[in-house]
């Protein structure tokens, strides 16, 4: 059964660094590529970041870029997400996804499976 276990969240000062992790298990995850989602509440899910199934390609949000890094550990089945000089519109509820098949994606129609979601509150 594929399962994704967010994990890392808080509350931070603005300026502040948060680093998110998810575990995965259930499927291959070298094969597949990887994102993070996030909701503010009264919002639609956006797409923050995605990583492809080796880690030799990335994407952001245009709001994040300069500040968030995807990465990953295939030998772990970890894939995090470095968040850097945090804002206040920055918080939301963080969810770690399983993308398309090998790329990335930024549509949250075209993942696979998710996270529970966890709370980043970046407070001014």
């Known amino acids: 059964q594929v399962q994704l276990v967010d994990s890392g969240g808080g509350l931070v000062q603005a300026g502040g660094s948060l680093r998110l992790s998810c575990a995965a298990s259930g499927f291959t995850f070298s094969n597949s590529g990887m994102g993070w989602f996030r909701q503010a509440p009264g919002k639609e899910r956006e797409f923050v970041a995605g990583?492809?199934?080796?880690?030799?390609?990335?994407a952001y949000a245009d709001s994040v870029k300069g500040r968030f890094t995807i990465s990953r550990d295939n030998a772990k089945k970890m894939v995090y997400l470095q968040m850097n000089s945090l804002k206040s519109e920055d918080t939301a509820v963080y969810y770690c996804a399983r993308g398309p098949g090998y790329d990335l994606g930024v549509s949250s129609a075209d993942y696979r499976a998710w996270g529970q979601g966890i709370q980043v509150t970046v407070s001014s």
């Open positions: 990583i492809t199934w080796s880690g030799g390609g990335t």
